[in-house]
Nanobody, 123 residues
Framework: QVSLVESGGGSVQAGDSLRLSCAAS????????MGWFRQAPGKEREFVAA????????YYADSVKGRFTISRDNAKNMVYLQMNSLKPEDTAVYYC????????????????WGQGTQVTVSS
């Protein structure tokens, strides 16, 4: 069982940066792949980034590649999403997710979810 709590969202201007954090419970955090997803109003939840349990493998959505960086600190049971050069289209609720296995791009692969944190980017 894994519990996830996101933090770090907020309202920023286009071009600004934010770092989202996700705190995870559990003793076997390093065995879980972690993902970030987002959902904008009226849209389906979409994949943003994922990272393997070791942190050596990462995946990104094309829309955020080169601007966002996912990382993790297994000693602290934390996963992060550094978001640079934010755009209004990045506005969404961002969710942290965990799965017991390799990193995946589909939300259906993830077993555990946080409550989400709002990111609003104004132009």
């Amino acid at each position: 069982q894994v519990s996830l709590v996101e933090s770090g969202g907020g309202s920023v201007q286009a071009g600004d940066s934010l770092r989202l954090s996700c705190a995870a419970s559990g003793r076997t955090f390093s065995s879980y792949a972690m993902g970030w997803f987002r959902q904008a109003p009226g849209k389906e939840r979409e994949f943003v980034a994922a990272i393997s349990g070791s942190g050596r493998i990462t995946y990104y959505a094309d829309s955020v590649k080169g601007r966002f960086t996912i990382s993790r600190d297994n000693a602290k049971n934390m996963v992060y999403l550094q978001m640079n050069s934010l755009k209004p289209e990045d506005t969404a609720v961002y969710y942290c997710a965990a799965r017991d296995g390799g990193p995946g791009l589909s939300s259906g692969l993830y077993n555990y979810w946080g409550q989400g944190t709002q990111v609003t980017v104004s132009s």
